[in-house]
């Protein structure tokens, strides 16, 4: 299986793109909107400051007079500390002021207030203008009260916000990667819950899965379902085809089997009998294959879903040695069991069939008139069912290599045989959590197989 | 062509030299030809513990210490005279300069120390804080009730007119930057002033460019008070001749606190020196005790500043009265008050 990584990261990183996005542009709203208050608020002080210093207008004598008011330029103050410039012109003589600070580019009507941005004295200061009639003398003259201050007030209060913002956003974006991953791991739990459930499940469970699950996982799960119901059926097949083949292999071989015994004691001729015999042996030889076969497939089809029941390990080894002594008998093998009660979970049609193919093998490759020693002890937790035989031991190369499918030892020649007494053993003994031990018997010729298993 | 050019930069040398009203002047040679020129209002007798202080931790700088008015040392920076370092005790007029863009920006680790309303865009530093008092003499007001607000100075004047005829010393407005400062401040702040100020107009006030002649006048039995007199000086003096003659009263309903303020005029050759004269300034000024200096820190401990006043602001509202207009209308008023001969 390929990952292609993981939907959560992928949703987290998403949403925390988004996130950053939106803190970005936040922060980008809130500096711009810092500097635009910043901004009118100095206007508006402006304003307020020239509009102070006009309503103190009057006319004195026939000509105009003003007083500059101390609240005037103190409110200048309370933005920052800026520059102040101010101008006081009547027509186009100035009354006070700074005689050089740059004319707006809109003069105010009368009442009204003009802003502007202008530079003076190496700086750029924003500008506010209000004008006023005042009669001097016979005639109204126009009076022009321009207040002038620099920007670095704006610029530190917007500048301070636009800091405090970018605050803001971070740990706003922090909260957000935080809440992305909790809402992504959140969002996949059902998910997690499905999986969980799936394989939850034993190795045969195939019912469907019947869960509530988020409209999203609905078709996944009916697949599920459709592809369980699949398999299920595809593994009854191959269930009924193996009992089929079973029954199907074996019947014809007992019928040859059966007519040629009866040929055998029929004819008289010496090489026709030795045909005879040689035909028997090579049934007999198949039946065998073709059961271990079937054993092979019966044990792989029922380890998936073992049944455990209690087994008395004594009466097993009884009763399989009791069924393989006609065969032992052919080779003048004794079979001498030595066995104490011990009791394992399990199911007894496989550990039977460890045990036959465990035994069969060692009658199999033991020379005639011998003795096959099956022992039984119990040590700890483990019982250990013990098979000796006085053959040709395992040979050369890795013992344990024996249990791979198919697998010979290398002095196996002359023998026939299919290779998979030992890998049946083997899976079922590991299908029930216990071991096979492969070694040469002690003191001398012959090998040792030990099938060990927990004790219920 | 030659000679007259040359005439012409003497005779303009000469015209600026004399533009400067000089009070007092002094140089302090140091081992190298480099020289701080300072010009300031304060007397020599108060600043050259500073100067020499300054001095000891730069030998190699010779320092030039010329003395003038404020109103002289506005004109001077203003017109573009040739200074590193300006100290005065006229706010407005420092502001004024501060805010005209004459004044050169200096930041160290000690101007950041200072308080916020100490200093102002980095261009001028406030280094003392110095409160407006009234100084009376103790012979001359044998019998009399020592006043605590301007109201009781007003009862006390009006009652006691014998008294205090030609006896009551204050600044003159028009020629004292301070006096100018102290009294248009205290004019925004109290109604009080103006009633003063016509009492004592019709008692026949004398009037003083400068603290020190004043505070002289009444040790001397001349003035039964001084009123606005920069208590710094008041104190100094006092601390000179104790000799109990002089009392030293701050007034209870308002006093004005004045800030001395330095700045580096633009044309300054020594920007460094002058802001290394500036951190020490400033670290004086935020001291804890008075110590020996002849000025007070810009946070007076013990017994002063329980009032709570704060000093005056450094900001554009200090230009408000330095505008031609508003100055005559005030010295209109001011002369009207003061002069009802």
Redesign the interface.
């Known amino acids: 299986m390929i990952g292609t990584g993981s939907i959560g990261r992928r949703l987290t990183l998403l949403l925390a793109g988004v996130a950053a996005l939106l803190s970005v542009l936040s922060w980008w709203m809130v500096t711009g909107l810092a500097r635009e208050a910043a901004e009118r608020t100095q206007d508006n002080v402006l304003a307020a400051s020239a509009t102070t210093i006009a309503e103190t207008l009057r006319s004195e004598q026939g000509e105009v007079r003003l007083e500059l008011p101390y609240s005037a330029f103190s409110m200048l103050g309370a933005i920052g500390e800026d520059r102040v410039f101010y101008q006081v012109m009547a027509g186009d003589k100035l009354l006070t002021g700074y005689d050089d600070l740059p004319a707006l580019s809109d003069t105010p009507a009368p009442g009204q207030i003009a802003f502007d941005t202008g530079e003076f004295s190496g700086e750029a200061v924003r500008m506010a203008s209000v004008s006023r009639l005042v009669l001097a003398g016979t005639q109204p003259i126009p009076v022009k009260v321009t207040v002038a201050q620099t920007r670095n007030g704006v610029g530190t209060i917007s500048e301070d916000l636009s800091r405090l913002a970018a605050l803001l956003s971070v740990a706003f974006f922090v909260i957000a990667v935080v809440l992305s991953a909790i809402a992504a791991r959140t969002s996949l739990r059902p998910l997690n819950e499905i999986a969980a459930a799936v394989s939850r499940r034993g190795p045969s469970d195939l019912r469907p899965l019947h869960r509530n699950a988020p409209t999203e996982l609905a078709p996944l799960m009916s697949s599920l379902n459709r592809l369980m119901e699949r398999l299920g059926q595809s593994i009854r097949r191959s269930e009924d085809f193996i009992a089929e083949a079973a029954h199907r292999v074996r019947t014809p071989l007992a019928t040859v089997r059966a007519q040629a015994e009866i040929a055998l004691r029929s004819v008289e001729d010496e090489s026709e009998k030795q045909r005879l015999r040689q035909i028997i042996r090579a049934v007999d030889e198949s039946s065998r294959s073709a059961g271990q076969l079937l054993d092979h497939a019966t044990v792989t089809y029922r380890a998936d879903d073992l049944a455990r029941v209690p087994v008395d390990l004594s009466e097993l080894a009884k009763q399989t040695a009791g069924g393989l002594e006609p065969t032992a008998s052919m080779k003048d093998i004794r079979l001498r069991l030595f066995t104490v009660y011990a009791q394992v979970a399990g199911d007894p049609v496989l550990l039977e069939n460890a045990l036959r193919n465990v035994l069969d093998n060692a009658i199999k490759y033991s020379p005639e008139e011998t003795d096959v020693t099956l022992r039984i002890t119990t040590s700890g937790t483990e019982a250990r069912i013990a098979v000796s035989d006085e053959g040709p031991g395992l040979g050369e190369g890795p013992a344990q290599a024996l249990t791979e499918r198919f697998r010979r030892g290398s002095n196996t020649q002359g023998i026939v045989g299919s290779g998979l007494g030992l890998t049946i053993a083997e899976d079922v003994l590991s299908a029930h959590g216990g071991r096979l031990e492969l070694k040469s018997a002690e003191g001398g010729t012959g090998a040792c197989v030990a099938l060990v298993l927990p004790l219920s | 062509m030659r000679r007259a050019c040359l005439a012409v930069v003497l005779t303009l040398w000469a015209t600026l030299a004399a533009a400067l009203d000089v009070e007092d002047h002094r140089h302090y040679p140091g081992t190298s030809d480099a020289t701080l020129r300072i010009l300031s209002t304060a007397d020599l007798d108060v600043f050259e513990p500073y100067l020499l202080e300054f001095q000891s931790t730069r030998p190699a700088l010779s320092i030039d210490y010329t003395v003038v008015s404020s109103a002289e040392l506005y004109t001077a920076i203003e017109g573009g005279a040739d200074f590193d370092l300006a100290l005065s005790s006229a706010m407005d007029l420092q502001f004024r300069l501060a805010?005209?863009?004459r004044a050169l920006s200096y930041r160290s680790d000690r101007t950041e120390a200072l308080p916020d309303w100490a200093r102002?865009?980095n261009l001028i530093f406030a280094f003392t804080s110095e409160p407006a008092v009234v100084v009376l003499s103790t012979d001359r007001f044998k019998g009399l009730e020592i006043p605590t607000t301007r109201q009781d100075l007003i009862t006390l004047l009006r009652e006691n007119p014998e008294s205090f005829g030609g006896a009551v010393g204050t600044y003159d407005v028009r020629d004292s930057g301070l006096g100018y400062l102290f009294a248009t401040q205290e004019a925004?702040s109290t109604d009080a002033y103006w009633r003063l100020s016509e009492v004592m107009g019709r008692l026949d006030p004398q009037l003083y460019c400068c603290s020190g002649q004043m505070i002289d006048d009444v040790a001397e039995g001349r003035l039964a008070l001084a009123y606005n007199v920069l208590g710094s000086y008041a104190a100094e003096r006092i601390a000179r001749d104790s000799g109990g003659r002089v009392q030293i009263l701050r007034m209870q309903d308002f006093a004005n606190v004045m800030l001395r303020t330095a700045i580096i005029p633009k044309t300054s050759d020594r920007p460094e020196d002058a802001g290394a004269m500036i951190d020490m300034l400033a670290t004086l000024g935020l001291r804890e005790e008075r110590g020996d200096w002849p000025l007070p820190p810009l946070r007076p401990s013990g017994t002063a500043d329980t009032t709570g006043f704060g000093p005056i602001?450094l900001?554009?509202?200090?230009?408000?009265?330095l505008?031609?207009?508003?100055r005559r209308?005030f010295l209109t008023e001011w002369e009207a008050a003061m002069e009802q001969r």
């Open positions: 805010n005209d863009g102002w865009r925004r602001r900001g554009p509202a200090l230009m408000v009265y505008d031609p207009l508003n209308a």
